[in-house]
């Protein structure tokens, strides 16, 4: 169950597209199309942006979309606005019947 | 509107244990499976257990293992963990949530524990 890895960092301009990327292994991510991702505001809950690799819930902006390439999944986050500068997690389900989440990445809006 | 409020958490000796509640409200609590999963101080998210919906499917991390037990009480909309053994890096803010389909869906506030002689 070793966590997922994911940039530590990523930082965009207001306006501008970023990536953030999460890899496994064929033991997760490369396995289940179960890939989802969350957003943490400091001193807050996480809050679900995509499950299922690339549905977003009822809520989101369009602005969040996933993918999934391989052991590798992806968030992209277009129009970068300043309530985007949170910290994110990827998470997958996993063999076992287990869940693994990413190390996180802090995203800033420059 | 979904509600999810921990409580039960606090400073406990190493060895020592404590019992984490989640009270839920605003949704059938039974139809659903839920999670507990923990946050480190200034570190990322850990799954740690989910129980079914009829609780007859249980899992956890391997990291608490045969020390913690994840439980829950349909009659009163509750989910409970009970941490044993308890351990100097256990310490985080304890989180219940849904778990719907795959994927975390509402969150509480989180519960924080502290494990410290």
């Known amino acids: 169950q070793s966590a997922l890895t994911q940039p530590a960092s990523v930082s965009g301009s207001p306006g501008q597209s970023i990536t953030i990327s999460c890899t496994g292994t064929s033991s997760d991510v490369g396995s289940y199309n179960l890939v989802s991702w969350y957003q943490q505001h400091p001193g807050k809950a996480p809050k679900v942006m995509i499950y299922k690799v690339s549905k977003r819930p009822s809520g989101v902006s369009n602005r969040f979309s996933g993918s999934k390439s391989g052991n590798t999944a992806s968030l992209t986050i277009s129009g970068l606005q300043a309530e985007d500068e949170a910290d994110y997690y990827c998470?997958?389900?996993?063999?076992?019947?287990?869940?693994?989440f990413g190390t996180g990445t802090k995203v800033t809006v420059l | 509107q979904v509600q999810l409020v921990e409580s039960g958490g606090g400073l406990v000796k190493p060895g020592g244990s404590l019992r984490l509640s989640c009270a839920a409200s605003?949704?059938?609590?039974?139809?659903?499976?839920m999670s507990w999963i923990r946050q480190a101080p200034g570190k990322g998210l850990e799954w740690v257990s989910y129980i079914s919906g009829t609780d007859d499917i249980i899992y956890y991390a391997d990291s608490v293992k045969g020390r913690f037990t994840i439980s829950r009480d349909n009659a009163k909309n509750s989910l409970y963990l009970q941490m044993n053994s308890l351990r100097a890096e256990d310490t985080a803010i304890y989180y219940c949530?849904?778990?719907?389909?795959?994927?975390?869906?509402?969150w509480g506030q989180g519960t924080l524990v502290t494990v410290s002689s």
């Open positions: 998470c997958s389900y996993a063999d076992k019947r287990t869940y693994v």
């Open positions: 949530a849904t778990l719907p389909d795959y994927y975390f869906n509402y």
């Open positions: 605003g949704f059938t609590f039974s139809d659903y499976y």
